[in-house]
């Protein structure tokens, strides 16, 4: 196998960590660049098993910082970017739009530069890969499906960000021939998740015995995909996509918010040794997102037909999965849950 040196950006969050640990322990002749700000939602602690691993680099530094993104381009001869770091929130970007725009707006943009400055013309080499998100394509009715041809109409502060951000990867493409990919997508759930997003925030709750806050009635849909099915996905589109193409990627799993955390508490509910339907009674419904989607769907037939892609876990076994390792991993919950996150939580959900 060729050496290479890839690039991940974001991969001590959520989904990037996944994608880390996939890359360092396939490819043990890469070298894996981690480069991560550490953001609140960055966690090298959902990384120890491979720290020491040889072909692993860890580099602290913000995609938004010119300096920080050329020193690591100048220190190591990169062959290819795997692009996730991102403010991921809703939430927050409805709150503080600012960051929004400057990681994923102005970062993308500054690492596509020191992408094309340091690319030697090889297709070979240099492909700027970005992970982003169903969003961009807005919000659907009762039927149909996101492809990659549905139109963008992002409607929140997030999903514009993440739909600017795939323009100007697109657009680095078309005008100075960078070899770019894009994926969009749907909704991962598993290990590591910050405790801000609705499936972790509910265990966390319903093992506290808390609150379990769900907007609005319930009624918006989504679909969800467990997070090694995704990191498996973003391995397959960097090393066998054609160069300028889009992928959606989706669990063809969609859930009413509502029927999800049922189904969450009855499985809380037998690990906790609790009477069946006690963990129900902590739903509260609670004043909906400002704009909040009613719908995602995504088509995944394209990296299915074309790459051989298929989801490989069902939602029953991979929630019960999620579940069980947020039960034993309390620390990591623990420390994550820190004074940062409970003002947020505070101003987000009052006293509940
Ligand atoms: P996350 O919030 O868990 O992690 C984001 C990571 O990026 C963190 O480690 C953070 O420290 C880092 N980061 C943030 N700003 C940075 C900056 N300026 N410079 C360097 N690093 C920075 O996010 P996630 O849920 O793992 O999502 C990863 C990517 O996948 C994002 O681009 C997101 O838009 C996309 N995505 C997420 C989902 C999902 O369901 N979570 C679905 C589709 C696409």
């Not at 927050?92 to 596509?112: C, E």
């Not at 809380?268 to 739903?283: H, P, T, V, Y």
């Not at 390792?325 to 820190?338: A, H, Q, R, T």
């Amino acid at each position: 196998m060729a050496k290479k040196t890839i690039l991940i950006t974001g991969g001590a969050g959520f989904i990037g960590s996944h994608v880390v640990r996939r890359f360092v322990n396939s490819y043990p002749d890469y070298i894996i660049i981690n480069f991560d700000k550490l953001t609140y939602a960055g966690n090298l602690e959902n990384l120890t098993d491979i720290e020491d691993k040889p072909n692993y680099k860890f580099v602290k530094g913000d995609i938004a910082n010119e300096k920080d993104v050329e020193a690591v381009f100048s220190q190591y001869q990169i062959d290819g970017v795997i692009h996730l770091a991102a403010e991921s929130h809703v939430d927050r970007s409805i709150s503080d739009p600012m960051a929004f725009i400057r990681t994923n707006i102005l970062g993308t943009t500054v690492l596509l530069n020191a992408a094309r400055k340091s690319w030697d013309g090889s297709f070979d080499g240099k492909l700027f890969y970005h992970i982003s998100t169903d969003e961009v394509y807005g919000s659907l009715g009762n039927e149909g499906f996101f492809t990659e041809e549905t139109p963008y109409d992002p409607r929140s502060p997030y999903s514009a960000s993440k739909a600017s951000s795939d323009h100007l990867v697109r657009a680095y493409n078309h005008t100075y021939g960078l070899p770019t990919v894009i994926s969009n997508c749907s909704n991962n759930y598993g290990p590591n998740q910050f405790p801000e997003k609705l499936i972790p925030l509910s265990i966390h709750n319903i093992k506290n015995s808390k609150p379990i806050p769900i907007y609005g009635k319930g009624e918006n849909v989504r679909d969800w995909l467990y997070v090694e099915d995704h990191a498996a996905a973003i391995d397959l589109i960097f090393h066998k996509a054609k160069i300028g193409e889009t992928y959606n990627i989706g669990g063809n799993n969609e859930w009413k918010n509502i029927d999800l955390i049922r189904l969450l508490c009855k499985i809380m509910d037998k690990k906790l040794n609790r009477a069946e339907g006690e963990s129900e009674k902590l739903i509260t419904f609670v004043k909906d997102r400002a704009g909040h989607d009613l719908r995602y769907a995504i088509d995944s037939n394209k990296i299915q037909r074309e790459l051989g892609w298929k989801p490989s876990l069902t939602f029953d076994v991979g929630l019960e999965k999620t579940v069980d390792w947020y039960l034993s991993n309390e620390k990591w919950l623990n420390d994550v849950v820190s004074g940062e996150y409970m003002n947020y939580y505070q101003q987000q959900y009052g006293g509940r």
